[in-house]
């Protein structure tokens, strides 16, 4: 048992390391190039804050961000520290609704912001009136 | 230094072997006996080869397998994780790049005003 226990942590140790070099930590803001935390700038001060996997998908947002259209990289940089504030259910909560209303067919998904739009133009009690009558 | 039964036995053995006239009988049994004695010596468990062969190596294949099993187990798992993650992000970036503001999937209130408006 002791043999198997020695020649089990031998033959471990690699895997260990690997894992240790998979497991390696995000940059931190210092180490960001550049042009990345240029992008990134607006979450700068959040950046210390946030956990491993969050940091990673912003690194990898943000790597995105040259392919993206101008009108894209303007909802990106204007949205990004609101997001960031969010509560990780409120993140779900949108994310969920968001996958919900990709199946909804393009031509009326189009409409969508004029909608939100005129919903945003309802007066003020009558939007909190739908809301109250939501969360009965 | 005080010897043992077997060593006294070995003793009277030798000095009466020294002193010859052994049958031919005798003498091939003797031979055959020593030739056996030796192989066992040879191949017994007392080299440092044998020891490694016959209780390391087990011992490292079964530890290898059970770290390879590990291995694939942490592994499929931090695939998975990365997968996960992956996928997140993607979502994350077409939600915020799209049309739609934030605040347009977190209002429960919108929700229920689109579907009460009729469909055009």
Same mark, same amino acid.
């Given at each position: 048992?002791?043999?198997?226990?020695?020649?089990?942590?031998?033959?471990?140790?690699?895997?260990?390391?690997?894992?240790?070099?998979?497991?390696?930590?995000?940059?931190?803001?210092?180490?960001?190039?550049?042009?990345?935390?240029?992008?990134?700038?607006?979450?700068?001060?959040?950046?210390?804050?946030?956990?491993?996997?969050?940091?990673?998908?912003?690194?990898?947002?943000?790597?995105?961000?040259?392919?993206?259209?101008?009108?894209?990289?303007?909802?990106?940089?204007? %949205?990004? *520290? &609101? @997001?960031?504030?969010?509560?990780?259910?409120? !993140? /779900?909560?949108? =994310? $969920? %609704?968001? *996958? &919900? @209303?990709?199946?909804?067919?393009?031509?009326? !998904? /189009?409409?969508? =912001? $004029? %909608?939100?739009?005129?919903?945003?133009?309802?007066?003020?009690?009558? !939007?909190?009136?739908? =809301?109250?009558?939501?969360?009965? | 230094?005080?010897?043992?039964?077997?060593?006294?036995?070995?003793?009277?053995?030798?000095?009466?072997?020294?002193?010859?006239?052994?049958?031919?009988?005798?003498?091939?049994?003797?031979?055959?006996?020593?030739?056996?004695?030796?192989?066992?010596?040879?191949?017994?468990?007392?080299?440092?080869?044998?020891?490694?062969?016959?209780?390391?190596?087990?011992?490292?294949?079964?530890?290898?397998?059970?770290?390879?099993?590990?291995?694939?187990?942490?592994?499929?798992?931090?695939?998975?994780?990365?997968?996960?993650?992956?996928?997140?992000?993607?979502?994350?970036?077409?939600?915020?790049?799209?049309?739609?503001?934030?605040?347009?999937?977190?209002?429960?209130?919108?929700?229920?005003?689109?579907?009460?408006?009729?469909?055009?």
């Amino acid at each position: 048992m002791a043999r198997i226990a020695t020649a089990l942590l031998i033959c471990g140790l690699p895997l260990v390391a690997a894992q240790a070099v998979a497991q390696s930590e995000p940059p931190r803001w210092d180490e960001l190039p550049p042009r990345m935390q240029g992008v990134l700038g607006p979450i700068e001060a959040d950046w210390k804050r946030m956990d491993p996997d969050r940091r990673r998908k912003w690194v990898a947002i943000a790597e995105g961000y040259d392919t993206m259209t101008p009108a894209e990289q303007q909802n990106l940089l204007s %949205r990004m *520290r &609101e @997001w960031a504030k969010l509560s990780p259910g409120e !993140r /779900e909560q949108a =994310r $969920e %609704r968001y *996958r &919900e @209303w990709l199946s909804i067919p393009a031509e009326r !998904r /189009e409409a969508l =912001r $004029e %909608r939100w739009e005129a919903y945003q133009n309802l007066p003020p009690d009558e !939007r909190a009136k739908i =809301r109250a009558g939501q969360s009965r | 230094m005080r010897l043992s039964e077997e060593d006294r036995l070995a003793r009277r053995m030798a000095r009466r072997l020294d002193l010859g006239g052994l049958s031919p009988t005798q003498a091939r049994r003797l031979a055959e006996a020593r030739a056996s004695a030796l192989g066992h010596v040879r191949h017994g468990p007392g080299h440092v080869g044998d020891v490694i062969r016959e209780s390391w190596l087990p011992a490292t294949r079964t530890a290898f397998s059970l770290a390879l099993v590990a291995g694939l187990l942490l592994g499929g798992a931090e695939w998975q994780a990365e997968r996960e993650l992956t996928q997140t992000g993607q979502l994350d970036r077409s939600l915020l790049v799209d049309d739609l503001p934030i605040d347009a999937y977190l209002d429960e209130g919108f929700r229920a005003w689109l579907e009460s408006q009729p469909r055009s």
